[in-house]
């Protein structure tokens, strides 16, 4: 088979102390295919990819293998060489454009110097007619305007698509992608993905995508490989890996990942991967796996062929663990009552006097969830956090229950400000680092007015209600996983027991696996405590999972409401028709 | 011409900041002065004096005057170049300090002329050779040497160089009355490295960190990635986004120095503005105080507008944003 | 980086996050600056009390080497005939006492204005960094010889015009530092549930501002020694016949030929004690720095 790139046996360790970060690496990529390496974060996969170009960032050193493109070794080229490599042998798209592209110089300038370094079409003529041919292949405007501008002065879209330009301006044969739409609107992301797919496709160039997202994956990848802890686990071709996947992470993966069908649910993993330095003996998932045997613990698996083309580490391939069954997230409301929980009514918010958030009528009752779906900029943060009394540019009415709400959290009254309450986007940023979970879960209770000892005792009760335990009170957020802290921000909200809980993009910041188990968590909650909940999110196949009633948001307008499985299945506005459509999934892989 | 508009407008809209700043200054100096407890009158003529010649400084002074018309002719006095008469000298304070600033001026353009090429070069090698040894040998010397304050540093000059250990500079600066200082070259030295060595450490860790961001960028590694001669990454890449913060550092250095030649002036007894300030603040000359912190102000108020102007002028992300 | 970071696993038991302080006791450039800058408080705060001879006991002429003085004096006389040893021990106590006050009242006030102009931002947060700027606008050894001019140099004066003229400086580091935790999600939950302003800025913002807020309250404190000893070396002092070590050296610099030992004492005294504030500053500022990182790991 022609081979565009092979990576052997590649080991990647920490610089002092000798750590691996990653090991026993393998891939091949044939020209003109698109190879998918999923992750999750802390995995290695980005490493990997770097490594490709023969790039170590500070701190990590290439030890061992090879990686060969043609008949350079990108890992033993020297210097000279490796720069002569970069750009025109391998290219590299960043994960963030608006940092990678530098902000003093003019686009025409970043994107014609690759051209120069490696002295492409042999003259400044035949350089400047390749950058214009680029400009339009990547579906820019080559017009010398445009070419003027700087970095700054583009969208986040348009600064992505010169990031692609840079990367195939030297015709390379193999280019790595390291999660070159996060950030990006699913719109803007489907017509970079469609631009990356035509262009490897055209060109014959191979392509390295590395991403967490596997819906991305299977929408653009012909391979996939998956990495825990530093390995690949599973890689096979992506249809088949995605219709039954052999390693037990990568079902896990793939069950995790939430869906717009609304028959699937998301199911959660607990625990986290190890950290390199911390790596057992035997397979690294072992911990975390209903099927591990002795066995597993004692030797990691080497790679087999468990089918054609598919590789797997794991001695039990293909077998699936008895699992109990979920109850479903979708609950009739419960006895409906005269008054709702919360009904906002034509509110209008504007940010420092520019109105985003245009005459919004919505309501929620109890035990119900309705979603606020938008894509950045649309106002549903800004709308959300007028309903939290966080944002006090505001007209109209917000009613809780039937008292009427200021539009400010401190003039409201602490009884009314205890009733409704609000999880943030990042649990890196919404817990006080210098103050124990305890002291933050118990914070909403001392101001309702509770003594210390029985604060402490919700508290308790609180933390194991968030499948957490009471030991947990006595630590601090750093020494806790991002979902821990997650779980902790929930209890906060909840142990006051609100009427109304509004969550904000609350998975946004998680790994697909913790994203699962938060929303799993909070379906309970919301069944068994007959809560309220209003959940923001820009995440379209997310709302399938959890919510009953969706309201679509754009430009500060609500577009479309209805119940959940109506307005996903038969969207009626052109907006969530496009944003449907946009939007990549996993169990509808495209025709190719 | 709309493109220059936009930075026109700033650079005008920070000009006259700068000069609010002033203003408000004056009025602080002004006013400070004012509250002297004791007649500068009596001050000037000593306890002897009697009461009509006190009563006949006092009419020489204008301290008759309301507070007001005070301040508002000693200011149109400074901007219309006639800062008035020193109570100490006798004679108009231009013609009594002029070639002080003049001597001042060429010591402060001499450390500067030497400090501020060595605190880029220190600063941006040091980046470049992070954690080498030769980066901490430096780092660690610098930071002990950031500590001293001018005087110390001066002294310790003065012990080795020209005392105690070897005897081959000068001292005391021995610059006579309308002579240019280049007329005693040798004597410079040591005011100079002392001011030299007081601010380069200081403002070449300021260089070294702000050009490690910079080479720690994400643009300085794409560019890396994309093949780009070491060369290039540091001049093309690199360098016009370490521009900004090397304004800043010129407009610190002579900020900087223009507090330490008070001390470094007094120390090698270098006939300059600091030394005048020193004396005059000794004897009280309050028109001489006050005209001297009203330049030394100018001069960290105008370097630290140019700096920022500048920084706008070679920063797009800044320059287009005015528009 | 990351790899370090994430390999110290969470622990059972409590573990507060390592404060800046305890990470940079951890350092040897900390514990050697501490340990300089022991010994020098002692000397300066104690060493009247084992001095041979009172701050103004005349052992000899001036300028005399140890074997020359009339009384026995261990490094020979200063300028009016001091003996050197005993000005030296009674001199460092006017400077360290007033720097660490002046210190202590910019930190007090530095710190306030600083958060409560970041919290607030809008329009309080331009008026008051706009009344420091003008602040800022004179160096502060000039704002000193303003009010020196002005009143004299009284020691309540020299402290309360260093410190105030570290004011805005403190409260910069601090409004920049607490700019970005206001920004975090914890302060609206904070707010969401309705504590007080002085609340947020007390539990919320300030044990968030300790590490940049340590780093510069040690940097001030160097630059406040060196700054009122330079004021006393320029000769103005509250007490022209008391021992204080910036005098001692303007004082005795006439006679470094004779006895270099008046301004060779003071002068490695002073040097010692700000070099070995910096290297706690920057045992702190390094541990500041890599908490900060790992922070951003996360």
Redesign the interface.
Known sequence: MDVAVSISNLRIEVAYGGADIVDGINLTIAPGEVLGLVGESGSGKTTVGLAVLGHARRGVKLAGGEVTIGDASMLSLGDVALRHARGKLVSYVPQDPSTALNPALRIHKQLIEVLEFHNFGGSDAARKARVIEVMSEVLLPSTPEFLRRYPHQLSGGQQQRVGLAMAFACRPSVIVLDEPTTGLDVSTQAHVLTTIRELCHAHRVAALYVTHDLAVVANLADKVAVMYAGRIVEQGPAQELFDDPAHPYTRHLIAAAPDMSTDHEMVGLSGRAPAPGRRPVGCAFALRCELAVDACRAEFPAETEVAPGRLVRCIRPFEVPQRTQHMSAHSAPIAASATHALLVRDVCASYTRHQVVHNIDLHVDRGECLALVGESGSGKTTLSRSIGGLHREWTGEILLGSERLAQSARDRTTAQRLRIQYVFQNPYSSLQPRRTVGESVARPLIIGGSSKTDAARKVGEMLERVALTASYANRFPDQLSGGERQRVAIARALVSRPEVLVCDEVTSALDVLVQASIVELLGELRRDLGLAMLFVTHNLPLVASIADQVAVLADGKIVESGPTERVLRFPEAEYTKRLIADTPQISELPER | MSKNRGVLLFIARRLALGIFTMFVVSLVVFTATQLLPSDPAQAILGRNATATSIAALREKLGLQHTAFYQYTHWLKGIVSGDPGVSFNAQQPILDYIGDRVVNSLFLLVLASVISIPLSLWLGGYTARKRDSTFDNVTSNSMLALASLPEFVVGIILVLLFSVRVWHVLPAVSTIGIGQGPWSDMKGMILPTATLVIGAVPYISRIVRASMIEVLESDYVEMARLKGAPEKVVLWRHALPNALGPVFQVIALNIAYFAAGVIVVEALFNYPGIGLTLRDSVRVRDIPVIQFLVMVLAAVYVMTNLAADVATVLVTPRLRTRMQ | ????N??I?????????PGVMSVALGMWRTRIGLLIVGILCVIALFGRYISPYGEADAVGLPFKPSDETRLHSWLGSANVGHDVWSRFLYGGRPILISAVLATALALVFGTTIGLIAAYNRRKLDDVLMRAM??VL??????TA???????GATTTLIILTVGISTVPRIARVVRGAAVSVVE???V????????SRFRILQ??LL??VSGPLLVEANLRL?FS???I??IA????TADPGAANW?LM?NEN?KG??PN?WG??LP?IA??LL??G???I??GLSRAAAGIDRS?GD?
């Open positions: 980086m990351k790899a370090i994430d390999a696993a969470p622990e059972v038991e409590s573990r507060r996050p700027d003008v606008a004179l160096p502060q050894i000039i010889l303003i009010v020196i001019s002005m009143f975090r999600d914890f609206a939950a904070a707010e969401s549930l309705g504590e539990s919320e044990p968030n160097t020694i060196g700054l000893a330079g070396f320029l000769g103005f910036g050296i610099r470094l030929l270099h301004v060779t002068v002073i040097a700000t070099i504030t910096g290297l500053g920057d922070k996360a």
